[in-house]
C-alpha cells in the first residue's frame, strides 16, 4: 500500500549520496570573506571615513551623512564585486525569526539606462513597510511607522545576491520594535557598570566587552520523511509518535562517530558560516539519535548573537540542499533529550583578562570573586526575570522534562568554590579584621586557580552554571533569539554591580579601606545570595521539594514565567536603568502571550488535523481488516469455533474501538476549549486557559493515539514514526 509514508522511504532509498567538495582553500584565506569587516573598509576608505566608521564601531560614536554615503558607495562597490544585486536591511523583529527586505542596487536614469546606486541615507536609515509585525499595540498601522537603523558594530555581508546590513528597528515614536536594540543598551549598561569596578583592582582597564559564547543543538530529519510528517512541518516537533524500541539509553550516538551524510551537510554549513567570519570551530554527535550540536569561538554579545541567528539561517538553507531538514525546537521528539542552547557568558577587559576567570594573585582573584559574587547575587535576586527571559511555548516541552535544566532557576559552582564563600562568609567579622585574618583571607583568595583545577564535577543539571572562567546558562531554548536572555541578564549584572559599587564606595567614604570595603560587601552578598546556590541533581524529585522549601520559584509553564514583566520591581528596574520603558516593557509581555497562544493553537489544530483525518482513518481501517478476518473465520469454522480462533483479533477490535473513541472524545473536548479560549478578549487571561484548558489535554490525546500505532498494520500507519525519523541516517 502506497501511503504517504511509504512513499516517503520509497524517496529516501532513491537518494544520490550527497558529496561536498572540501573547499581547496584554508579557512584562513576565506575566513570572512563576505563580510565587510573594518580591514576591508581600510582598503577601500579615506583615512578619514574610516577612522569616523571605526570609532562607531570602538565606541559607539556616530557617522555622519557625508562619510555615510562614501561608506555606502564602498560597501555597495564590495558587494557587487562579491555578485549581490540586492541590499536589505536585516534585522530581528520580536516573532524571533530575522527579517528582510531586499531593494535592488539599480536605479533607471533615463530610457534604457540604469546605474548601480546606494547612498548614506540608504545605509543609515529605512523604512520597512513592516506593519505585520508585531508591536504589542505600539505601532498603531495608520499613526506611527517603524524604521531600522544601522548598526555598524557588526559587519554588513553578503548572502547569495544580497548585501545585508545588520539593523535595529525602532518605532518612529521611539520604542524598540526588536530584540538588538535593548540589548546594545544592556551591553552599554554593564560594560560601563564593570568598568568602572575594575577601577578598584587596575587603572589601565578602559574597556569592557561582555563575550557570549553559544552551543546550538539541533535534530536532522530526511527531507521525504519531514514532508510525510504535517507536524514536523506545522509545528517542529511531533506531536504524536510512540517511543522507538532503542532511544537514547545505550548513549551510542553521543560524541560517536558523525554519519557521513550529516558530515557532508556540517561541512558546508561550516563553510558557508566561515565566509560570513561566523567562528564556528565544534562539532559532536549529541545524545539523542540524529542530533547534533555545533559551537563558535565566543565573541563580543552583539555579533555572537548575530552569528548565531545568523547560522540558523545557514543551517537552514544547506540543509535543503542535501535533503534534510533542520529542526531547531527545542522538543522536537518526546522521550529523548531536546536542544538548547548554552549561553556561555562571561566579560572581558581591553587589558586581555577574562574577569571571570580566576588570576594569579590575591589581588586579580579578588577582582575574580567581586565579579563571580555579584552575578551569583544578580540571579538570586532577579531568578523569576532570567526565566522569564526563556520562556516560549517550545521551551516548556524542555524546561523540566527530565535530561534539561528544570524551570526553577539556580546555580552551580562546584564544590570548591561553594567552600570558598563558605568560609568568606563566616571569616569576616564585624569591625575591623586582623592583620592575620587579612593574611588568612588573602592566601585563600590567592588559591582559586589550583583549586579550580580540581573542579572538574561539572554538573550537567543546573541551569546556571559556572564553569572555571565562565557562568553558562544552560536555559536558554534552542530556537531562541540569545538577544532576550542577554538583556535580561546584563541588566541584572549591571544593576548589581552599581549597586555593589555605591556600597563599597560609602564604606571607603567612611573610612574604610578599600580592600575591606569590598570584603565586607562580599560577604553580605554571599549571605543574601545563598539560597540561589544549589550543587545537587537538577533533574530530582528532591530539588522541586527542597526549592520549593527555599522559597525558588517554579514556573512551569511560559504564561506564568511571564507575569514578572508586569512587576513594580521589573519596571524600575528596566526603566531606571533605561532599557526597557513600561510601554516597551507590556508590549513585549503581550507579543510574548500572544506568540505562546498562536504556538498552542497551532499545535491544537494539527492535533486535531491529524487524529480525525490520519490517525483515526488509519485505525478503523485496520480494524475492518480485522472484522473481515473475524467475519471470514466464523464463516469458514462456523460461528463457535470461528469466535474462539479469532479471539485475539475480537480482542485487537475492541481495544481499537476503545482507544478510537476516548481518543477522538478527548479531541472534540480541545476544540471545544479552543473555542472558548478564542473568545477570551484578555491576551493573559487567554493563554492562561491556551495552557491550562487546551495544552494539558495533548498528552492524553498523544497516549491514545501512540497506543494505536502500536497496535495497528505497520503497513498501514500513515505518519513516518520516531524511529524512522531518528534513525534513518
Ligand atoms: P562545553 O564543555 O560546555 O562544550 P567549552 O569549553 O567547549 O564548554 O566551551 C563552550 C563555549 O564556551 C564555546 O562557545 C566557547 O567559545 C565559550 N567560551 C569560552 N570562554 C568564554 C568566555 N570567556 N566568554 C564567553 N564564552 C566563552
Ligand atoms: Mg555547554
Not at 48 to 68: L, P
Request: glycine content about 6%.
Amino acid at each position: 500500500m502506497a501511503n504517504s509514508r511509504s512513499k516517503a522511504f520509497d524517496e529516501v532509498l532513491n537518494r544520490v549520496p550527497q558529496h561536498m567538495k572540501t573547499p581547496d582553500r584554508r579557512v584562513s584565506e576565506y575566513f570572512g570573506e563576505n563580510t565587510f569587516h573594518l580591514d576591508k573598509m581600510r582598503e577601500c576608505l579615506t583615512e578619514d571615513a574610516y577612522k569616523i566608521v571605526r570609532s562607531a564601531v570602538e565606541n559607539g560614536t556616530t557617522v555622519d551623512r557625508t562619510h555615510a554615503d562614501q561608506i555606502a558607495t564602498a560597501m555597495k562597490d564590495w558587494a557587487i564585486s562579491k555578485g549581490a544585486t540586492h541590499y536589505t536591511h536585516w534585522f530581528q523583529p520580536l516573532t524571533g525569526a530575522t527579517a528582510e527586505k531586499h531593494d535592488g542596487f539599480f536605479k533607471p536614469i533615463g530610457p534604457g539606462k540604469a546605474i548601480e546606486r546606494f547612498e548614506g541615507d540608504l545605509l543609515i536609515q529605512q523604512e520597512p513597510d513592516a506593519s505585520s509585525f508585531p508591536n504589542g499595540g505600539i505601532r498603531n498601522t495608520f499613526e506611527a511607522r517603524g524604521y531600522t537603523a544601522w548598526d555598524p558594530t557588526s559587519p554588513a555581508f553578503v548572502i547569495g545576491q544580497t548585501l545585508c546590513i545588520p539593523t535595529v528597528f525602532i518605532a518612529y515614536t521611539g520604542e524598540a520594535l526588536d530584540y538588538k536594540m535593548p540589548l546594545l543598551k544592556a551591553l552599554d549598561l554593564v560594560e560601563d557598570a564593570a568598568k568602572d569596578i575594575c577601577q578598584y583592582f587596575d587603572k589601565n582597564v578602559t574597556n569592557v566587552g561582555a563575550t557570549l559564547g553559544w552551543e546550538q543543538e539541533y535534530f536532522l530529519v530526511d527531507t521525504a520523511l519531514y514532508n510525510a510528517r504535517p507536524d514536523l512541518v506545522m509545528t517542529g516537533r511531533a506531536v504524536f509518535g510512540h517511543a522507538p524500541a532503542k532511544g537514547q539509553q545505550l548513549d551510542d550516538h553521543y560524541f560517536g562517530s558523525i554519519p557521513e551524510r550529516a558530515t557532508a551537510f556540517m561541512r558546508e554549513f561550516e563553510y558557508e558560516s566561515h565566509l560570513l567570519g561566523i567562528p564556528v570551530t565544534t562539532r559532536h554527535n549529541e545524545v539523542a539519535p540524529n542530533q547534533f550540536e555545533c559551537a563558535p569561538m565566543f565573541e563580543e554579545v552583539n555579533i555572537a548573537n548575530d552569528h548565531n541567528l545568523l547560522l540558523m539561517d545557514v543551517m537552514e538553507k544547506v540543509a535543503r540542499k542535501h535533503n534534510f531538514r533542520v529542526l531547531l525546537h527545542e522538543k522536537p521528539f518526546a522521550g529523548i533529550n531536546g536542544s538548547g542552547k548554552h549561553n556561555n557568558w562571561s566579560m572581558g577587559t581591553n587589558t586581555g583578562v577574562n574577569l571571570l576567570q580566576p588570576g594569579k594573585n590575591p589581588k586579580s582573584n579578588m577582582q575574580f570573586l567581586t565579579f563571580f559574587v555579584n552575578t551569583i547575587k544578580a540571579i538570586h535576586d532577579n531568578a523569576d526575570l532570567l526565566r522569564a527571559a526563556i520562556a516560549s511555548a517550545s521551551n516548556d516541552h524542555r524546561l523540566g522534562a527530565n535530561e534539561a535544566p528544570p524551570a526553577i532557576i539556580s546555580v552551580f559552582i562546584g564544590t570548591q568554590l561553594s567552600k570558598m564563600l563558605d568560609d568568606l562568609e563566616k571569616s569576616i567579622k564585624a569591625g575591623k579584621m586582623t592583620p592575620e585574618a587579612k593574611t588568612e583571607l588573602k592566601l585563600s583568595i590567592g588559591k582559586i586557580p589550583q583549586l579550580l583545577l580540581d573542579n572538574t564535577d561539572r554538573n550537567r543539571t543546573s541551569p546556571f552554571a559556572f564553569t572555571g572562567n565562565k557562568f553558562e546558562f544552560r536555559a536558554v531554548g534552542s530556537t531562541a533569539n540569545c538577544a532576550h536572555a542577554m538583556t535580561v541578564l546584563n541588566t541584572i549584572v549591571a544593576n548589581q554591580l552599581i549597586d555593589f559599587k555605591k556600597n563599597v564606595d560609602s564604606q571607603i567614604k567612611q573610612g574604610e579601606k578599600k580592600d575591606e570595603a569590598i570584603l565586607k560587601e562580599l560577604q553580605v552578598l554571599i549571605k543574601e545570595s545563598k539560597k540561589i546556590r544549589f550543587e545537587g541533581n537538577g533533574y530530582g524529585d528532591e530539588w522541586v521539594k527542597e526549592a520549593e522549601k527555599r522559597g525558588l520559584s517554579n514556573l512551569k509553564d511560559t504564561p506564568r514565567a511571564l507575569d514578572v514583566w508586569s512587576k513594580k520591581e521589573t519596571k524600575n528596574l528596566f526603566n531606571n536603568h533605561g532599557i526597557l520603558s513600561n510601554v516597551e516593557m507590556e508590549a513585549r509581555h503581550e507579543i510574548e502571550l500572544e506568540n505562546y497562544i498562536l504556538k498552542i493553537q497551532i499545535e491544537a489544530r494539527v492535533i486535531g488535523d491529524l487524529s480525525k483525518n490520519h490517525i483515526l482513518p488509519a485505525a478503523i481501517e485496520y480494524q475492518n481488516v480485522l472484522i473481515e478476518n473475524v467475519e471470514g473465520l466464523m464463516s469458514v469454522l462456523g460461528a463457535k469455533e470461528g469466535k474462539a480462533a479469532a479471539k485475539t483479533q475480537i480482542n485487537f477490535i475492541k481495544s481499537i474501538s476503545k482507544h478510537v473513541n476516548e481518543m477522538n472524545d478527548k479531541v472534540n473536548i480541545m476544540i471545544d476549549e479552543r473555542k472558548k479560549a478564542n473568545n477570551i478578549e484578555d491576551s493573559r487571561k487567554k493563554a492562561y486557559a491556551y495552557c491550562d484548558k487546551v495544552k494539558s489535554l495533548f498528552d492524553e490525546i498523544r497516549y491514545h493515539a501512540d497506543k494505536l500505532e502500536i497496535m495497528v498494520d505497520d503497513e498501514m500507519w500513515p505518519l513516518p514514526k520516531l524511529r524512522e525519523l531518528l534513525f534513518t541516517k
